[in-house]
T-cell receptor, first 116, second 109 residues
């Protein structure tokens, strides 16, 4: 089934630990995104990638890093997790050549991260 | 600043009609999206409006008034499976998405 796969589904993590959230898509979409979703707030963009080999910062990039070595994979890394990074993380993709808010997004099922 | 407002929660009865409103203030405007998100699941695309007017898609319709900075999602013949959160998102002049916090719709039998 075509779509986006995220892993892990959920994780409890001690503060200060390093964590990588994985995201893989099989739709050959050029643009990929990482969002976080917190109760009472809208989705917030962390990082995005227009195409393999390029990345950009979103609204809330601090404490996170991404890489885009190929079209399919877009991992998100928390170098040293803090409790404020407790959230649900969604990976998304769109089939336009560039990351644009005017493109329809396809989302993964999300990764629920708890930092203690 | 940029802002999206939508009600936090609404309740409606199965078989009825409900209208979920969204007002936006953005620097420039390049369209408005509605997404549906069931609890614990990913958001899924419902509609995109860039021109004024009503667009109908089955039981769901979406309306946009650019002059008023206003949109609504209309759901007809409500079914229990329509219980979900509905996310409004506007596209600004830089083609960035500005998301509302979502409206949780509760359907009662």
């Amino acid at each position: 089934i075509a779509g986006i796969t995220q892993a892990p589904t959920s994780q409890i993590l001690a503060a200060g630990r390093r964590m990588t959230l994985r995201c893989t898509q099989d739709m050959r979409h050029n643009a990929m995104y990482w969002y976080r979703q917190d109760l009472g707030l809208g989705l917030r963009l962390i990082h995005y990638s227009n195409t393999a080999g390029t990345t950009g910062k979103g609204e809330v990039p601090d404490g996170y890093s991404v890489s885009r070595a190929n079209t399919d994979d877009f991992p998100l890394t928390l170098a040293s997790a803090v409790p404020s990074q407790t959230s649900v993380y969604f990976c998304a993709s769109s089939d336009s050549g560039t990351a644009s808010g005017a493109n329809v997004l396809t989302f993964g099922a999300g990764s629920r991260l708890t930092v203690l | 600043g940029q802002n999206i407002d939508q009600p936090t929660e609404m309740t409606a009865t199965e078989g009825a009609i409900v209208q979920i409103n969204c007002t936006y203030q953005t620097s420039g405007f390049n369209g408005l999206f509605w997404y549906q998100q069931h609890a614990g699941e990913a958001p899924t695309f419902l509609s995109y409006n860039v021109l004024d007017g009503l667009e109908e898609k089955g039981r769901f319709s979406s309306f946009l008034s650019r002059s008023k900075g206003y949109s609504y999602l209309l759901l007809k013949e409500l079914q229990m499976k329509d219980s979900a959160s509905y996310l409004c998102a506007a596209v600004d002049s830089n083609y960035q998405l500005i998301w509302g916090a979502g409206t949780k719709l509760i359907i009662k039998p």
